[in-house]
C-alpha cells in the first residue's frame, strides 16, 4: 500500500546575506516536523529555498560591479551552510533562478493571460526617486514618501494585473468551509477584516522598469512581479506543468505551507487565488507564525551601552553550544503562534534547566547506575508496583501525546510533553532511591524494576526527540546499543527492552554551563569584535579620504552670504510619528522660536538633542514634511554612512549669525 504523503515548505529567502538566529525559526520548525511525519512513516517532501529576483538585488549586484546571479550565488552557498549545520533534512532547496522554475513561472503567466485572469493595463503609484519605490496613496505620510518623507510623483508604468477581486467570495467561502485553513485562528479574522471586506485590488504581476526577473515570455518587455514568481515555487518544484509531473502528482496539495505572520496575506489570499484560477486543487493548511525578537527587535540586534552582546549569529551559537542546542531553544521558546524572545541568559537558562539537568541528568545517573549495579546489563523487570505504575503510563502514552501537538504544529507543547516524562523520571530516582536499594542484596530484583523503567523512559523519550535535536538524540540512543537505530516510531512504548541489553556509561551529553561566566565570556567577545569593527570603519574612513570628493562650482561672498545661518538652542526635541527617519526639533533663536523637522532619528536618539547647539539655515523658505511646517534646516556632515551635527562652540551665543 502507498504511504500517506506529507508535504511541507518554508517560505523561500531573499537572499539578503543577513542570516539570524530568526531567520533559521521557519526551517527548524519545517525540519522538525517533516522528521517527525518520516519517523511517523509518511512519505515526506520537505521544501525550501531561495526568493532571488527584484529590484533590490538588481541593484545591490550593480553596485558591486558584478551580474545579480554572481552576487547571490555565494549567498545562497552561505545559507545552504547554515541549514547544513543545523541538520536540515529537506528534499529539494529551490531557487527561483532554477531554470525548471523559470519555465513554470512562464508557462503558468501564460495560462493565466489566455484565460483572462491576468490583463494589461497601467499601474500608477506614488514614486520616491531617491528611495525608487512606488507607493499606494494610503501608504503615503501625508503625501509623503513614509520612508524619508520627501516629495514623491505619480508615476505610470504598463503592466499586467492578475484578477485577484474576483476571487474574494470564493476565499471568503474557502475559510468559510475549512476553519483549520489559516492557522492560528486569529489570523483568519485578521485577513477577513483587514483585507478581504474592505475589497481586494487586482494585482501588479509585472514591471517593465525592473530587468532582473523572469521575462513574460510572450511580452518581453515585462518580467514577473514578485508573487507570481515567488509563490509558484510550491508547485514547481514539484514539477508542475513540466514533462515529468509525477511528484505533482504524488505530494500536491501540500499539507503545511509555514510562513511567517508578516506574509500571510499572501499565502492565505494570493496563493489560493493563483490557485482557484489555475483550477488546482489547493493546501491544507497555512501556518502564520509569530517572531523570533531579539531585544524587541524581529530581525537583529539588542545594544548594551551601544554594542549588541546577543548571540544572533547562528554561526556562534552552533560553535559554542552545539547545533541541537540553537535547536531546541527556537522550538521550545517561541509559543504557539506568538513571538518569542532571545536573550543570552534566556538561552543559557534553557540549556542548562531542560538539555542538562533534567535530560542530560537522568541520562547520565541511570547509565551510570545500571553499569555500577549491573555491570551494563540491564536486567528485565520483575515486576512493576504502584509508584512505577504512572511512569509506564507516561512511556505508553508518550507517541499520542507529542503527536497531538505535532498534528496541531504546536512544537512547544510536543516538547514539553517529552520533558514532563523526563522530569517525572528524574523525580521517581529520588522516590525510588536507587542507591539505597544497590546496598541491600535482597532488593537486587526491585532495583532491576526501577532501572529498567528508567532505561525505558531515555529510550522512549530520545526516541520522541529525534526530529527535535536529532545528533544529540543519537548519542543517548547509542548508549543502548542494540536499540539505538531508530527508523520511525514503532517500537515507542514501555517493555520492549529486552533482558541482558547492553546499557553503555553516557558521557555528559549537555555538559553543565556557568551561566554567569559565559554571559560574560560572550559579552567580552562581542565588545572586542565592535572595537574591531570600529577600527575597520576607521581604516577605511582614513583611505575614504584619500580620495578626492565630488568638487562643486565656485560661488562668490555674495553669493555665499545670501544664506543666513544661525546659531540656535534645540529646546525640546520628538519623534515624528509615522516616520522613521524624522525628528521635530524646537529651536530657540534668541529672538524667535523655530520648527524643523530632520531626517536624522537613525542617528540621534530625541534626547540627545534637547539642550545641544546647532546651526540653522534660518532663511530657508518653510516646507511641509509629514504634515508639519519645517522652519529652517540643521547642518549635518554626511559621510555616506554617518551622519553628524555640525555643533557651535559651546559658548557661541543663541541667534548669532555664522559666517
Ligand atoms: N521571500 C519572501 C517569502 C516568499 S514565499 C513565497 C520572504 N523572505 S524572508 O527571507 O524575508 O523571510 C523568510 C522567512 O523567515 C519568513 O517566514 C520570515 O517570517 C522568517 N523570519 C525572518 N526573520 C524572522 C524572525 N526574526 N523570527 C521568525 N521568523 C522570521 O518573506
Known sequence: MAKDTFYITTPIYYPSGHWTIGTCYTTVVCDAMARFYRMAGKDVFFLTGTDEHGQKIEGKAKEKGVTPKQFIDPIVDELKGIWSMLDISYDRFIRTTDPDHVATVQKIFKKLYEQGDIYKSEYEGFYCTPCESFWTETQLNGGKCPD????????????????????ADRILKLYEDNPEFLQPKSRMNEMINNFIKPGLQDLCVSRTSIKWGIPVDFDDKHVVYVWIDALSN??????????????????????????????????????PAILMALGEPLPEKVYGHGWLLVGGDKLSKSKTENVNTELTDPKDIVERYGKDSLRYFLLREIPFGSDGVYTNEAFLTRLNSDLSNDLGNLVSRTTAMVNQYFGGKLPRYTQIEQLDEQLVAMTDGLYAAVEGAVKEINVPK???????????????????MPWVLGKDPSAKGRLSTVMYVLTEVIRNASTMLLPFIPSSAQKILDCLPEYSQVKDFSKVGFGVIEDGATVIKSAPVFPRIDIKKDLADIAAMMHARHEQ?????????KADKKTEPQKSEQITIDEFMKTELRVALVEDCVKVEKSKKLLKLSLDLGYEKRTVVSGIADYYKPEELVGRKVCLVANLKPAKLCGIESQGMILCSDDGDKVNLVAPAPDAKVGSRIR
Open 148 to 167: 524619508c518623507g520627501r516629495e514623491v510623483h505619480l508615476e505610470k508604468e504598463e503592466s499586467y494585473f492578475f484578477r485577484l477581486s474576483k476571487y
Open 234 to 271: 510550491y508547485i514547481s518544484a514539484l514539477g508542475y506543468g513540466s514533462e515529468d509531473d509525477s511528484l505533482y502528482k504524488k505530494f500536491w496539495p501540500a499539507n503545511l505551507h509555514m510562513t511567517g505572520k508578516e506574509i500571510i496575506r499572501f499565502h492565505a489570499i494570493i496563493w
Open 414 to 432: 510536543a516538547l514539553g510533553e517529552i520533558f514532563k516524562l523526563v522530569g517525572r523520571a528524574n523525580k521517581y530516582i529520588d522516590e525510588t
Open 533 to 541: 569593527a570600529l577600527n575597520a570603519q576607521k581604516g577605511a574612513e
